[in-house]
T-cell receptor, first 112, second 115 residues
Framework: KQEVTQIPAALSVPEGENLVLNCSFT??????LQWFRQDPGKGLTSLLL?????REQTSGRLNASLDKSSGRSTLYIAASQPGDSATYLC???????????FGKGTTLSVSS | SQTIHQWPATLVQPVGSPLSLECTVE??????LYWYRQAAGRGLQLLFY??????ISSEVPQNLSASRPQDRQFILSSKKLLLSDSGFYLC??????????????FGEGSRLTVL
């Protein structure tokens, strides 16, 4: 059974710092991996999608990498801003693509 | 463009009462549809997914059921709510499977409190 783990559970950084969020998964037979952002009391917003054949994806200040063989992904946030404060969730899709399994998230707080 | 709507946004129900949460998607056809629950400290749990009208797969045995009466409508129901059903329920969709990247898009969620 696929399990997704995110470390750390919470992170506090000053504005302007570069940071890395980690995600690991137990079964490397995945279809894709997605990173989401969730603001308190809100739904999830898709940030980046990496297909199983890809190594990384970039969007603005965000860069996500995928190492399927080791079961790891990282989300790199450059020059963090207070508006980046949210919970970041990692999710992997099974090979059939019928279900996304989520980690518990990393709650990020960026202070000005 | 595609949009997803969920309602109601918040709901407070007594134990033993019925439940109906509704989700509709606009701007696409034959989407895959999903219901997730997010409980405090437990992360998102996949409850049901559907690849077509009347086709429902259940991931977790529980007090809930799902139905897809129309292509872009997904309903989560319960006949008798339990305290443990409290949580934040999220509907999501993705492009139907042929040529699908698998990217998932979420609604704004429905917060259910069972008292």
């Amino acid at each position: 059974k696929q399990e997704v783990t995110q470390i750390p559970a919470a992170l506090s950084v000053p504005e302007g710092e570069n940071l890395v969020l980690n995600c690991s998964f137990t079964d490397s037979a995945i279809y894709n991996l997605q990173w989401f952002r969730q603001d308190p009391g809100k739904g999830l917003t898709s940030l980046l999608l990496i297909q199983s054949s890809q190594r990384e994806q970039t969007s603005g200040r965000l860069n996500a990498s995928l190492d399927k063989s080791s079961g790891r992904s990282t989300l790199y946030i450059a020059a963090s801003q207070p508006g980046d404060s949210a919970t970041y969730l990692c999710a992997v899709a099974n090979q059939a693509g019928t279900a996304l399994i989520f980690g518990k998230g990393t709650t990020l707080s960026v202070s000005s | 463009s595609q949009t997803i709507h969920q309602w109601p946004a918040t709901l407070v129900q007594p134990v033993g009462s019925p439940l109906s949460l509704e989700c509709t998607v606009e701007g696409t056809s034959n989407p895959n549809l999903y219901w997730y629950r997010q409980a405090a400290g437990r992360g998102l749990q996949l409850l049901f997914y559907s690849v077509g009208i009347g086709q429902i797969s259940s991931e977790v045995p529980q007090n809930l059921s799902a139905s897809r009466p129309q292509d872009r409508q997904f309903i989560l129901s319960s006949k008798k709510l339990l305290l443990s059903d409290s949580g934040f329920y999220l509907c999501a969709w993705s492009v139907g499977w042929q040529g699908n990247t698998g990217e998932l898009f979420f609604g704004e969620g429905s917060r259910l409190t069972v008292l």
